[in-house]
Antibody
Framework: EVQLVESGGGLVQPGGSLRLSCAAS????????MNWVRQAPGKGLEWVSY????????YYADSVKGRFTISRDNAKNSLYLQMNSLRAEDTAVYYC?????????????WGQGTLVTVSS | QSALTQPASVSGSPGQSITISCTGT?????????VSWYQQHPGKAPKLMIY???KRPSGVSNRFSGSKSGNTASLTISGLQAEDEADYYC????????????FGGGTKLTVL
């Protein structure tokens, strides 16, 4: 069974940093492209970042470019999101999501999400 | 890139069919066959319902279907059931000069 479990969320002050993790199981993690998608409270979904299966190709939404860093450790079946210079508008539930194996940018499995709150 | 445009809400009675539209531009929906649709129940993670505009993942009911015409994609749910009540989001690849993925604002489906 495919499982994605996020962790690392919490309350952080504006300007602070946080590192999210996503533990993957039930599939060959190293063969799949992965993403982070976020959802502000009561709002819609927003794509945040993409990383290729090897980690060699990375993309970011303009809203987080230069502040967030996506990475992965295929030996540990884990995906990460380092978030720096956090702002109030980064407050959201952050989901890790797997890319569908047969197409691009369709997210076939999602974690349960981890809440990040940026507030003083 | 702006978000895709969806109606805020739609409703229907059990057994009826409804359609949710998702309007983009020639830079996203109109240019790529990479529209996906997600169902999200309150407090839950989104679930992939349609990808590449009209394909259903394994396990998704054939009551769900997708289509596209020009810059507008559509999700149709036939034979509405109570458990279909949820938020629905469309999504499209929007990369031209840069890699980008855009979501619609979401549509709340109410089963009357």
């Amino acid at each position: 069974e495919v499982q994605l479990v996020e962790s690392g969320g919490g309350l952080v002050q504006p300007g602070g940093s946080l590192r999210l993790s996503c533990a993957a199981s039930g599939f060959t993690f190293s063969s799949y492209e992965m993403n982070w998608v976020r959802q502000a409270p009561g709002k819609g979904l927003e794509w945040v970042s993409y990383i290729s299966s090897s980690g060699s190709t990375i993309y970011y939404a303009d809203s987080v470019k230069g502040r967030f860093t996506i990475s992965r450790d295929n030996a540990k079946n884990s995906l990460y999101l380092q978030m720096n210079s956090l702002r109030a508008e980064d407050t959201a539930v952050y989901y890790c999501a797997r890319d569908h194996p047969h197409t691009a940018m369709a997210f076939d499995y999602w974690g349960q999400g981890t809440l990040v709150t940026v507030s003083s | 890139q702006s978000a895709l445009t969806q109606p805020a809400s739609v409703s229907g009675s059990p057994g009826q069919s409804i359609t949710i539209s998702c309007t983009g531009t020639s830079s996203d929906v109109g240019s790529y066959n990479l529209v996906s649709w997600y169902q999200q129940h309150p407090g839950k993670a989104p679930k992939l319902m349609i990808y590449e505009g009209s394909k259903r993942p394994s396990g998704v009911s054939n009551r769900f279907s997708g289509s596209k015409s020009g810059n507008t994609a559509s999700l149709t749910i036939s034979g509405l059931q109570a458990e279909d009540e949820a938020d629905y989001y469309c999504c499209s690849y929007a990369g031209s000069s840069t890699f980008e993925v855009v979501f619609g604002g979401g549509t709340k489906l109410t089963v009357l």
